[in-house]
């Protein structure tokens, strides 16, 4: 994927977080898996499980609120 600014340029240095809850053996059980995006806001998550993922993608330097997109894995 790729990781873009309200204004459209790309997000360098953002960290992406895929997420996703289900149910596991004892119960509920939240997994996720993330990556750190390139100069162009490019980033990669491999290996997810098939399924309904919440994407939160947030800059650590400068804190503020995580944007976040829906995304299934087919």
Do not use: C, K
């Given at each position: 994927g790729r990781v873009l600014r309200s204004d459209g340029s790309a997000w360098p240095?953002?960290?992406v977080i895929a997420s996703?809850?289900?149910a596991g053996a004892l119960g509920e059980r939240m997994s996720y898996a993330l990556a750190q995006s390139a100069t162009d806001g490019a980033y990669a998550i491999?290996?997810?499980p098939?399924?309904?993922?919440?994407v939160f993608s947030f800059d650590?330097?400068?804190g503020g609120t995580p944007a976040?997109?829906?995304l299934?894995?087919?």
């Amino acid at each position: 994927g790729r990781v873009l600014r309200s204004d459209g340029s790309a997000w360098p240095g953002a960290i992406v977080i895929a997420s996703r809850m289900g149910a596991g053996a004892l119960g509920e059980r939240m997994s996720y898996a993330l990556a750190q995006s390139a100069t162009d806001g490019a980033y990669a998550i491999h290996d997810l499980p098939r399924g309904n993922y919440v994407v939160f993608s947030f800059d650590p330097a400068a804190g503020g609120t995580p944007a976040t997109r829906d995304l299934h894995v087919a």
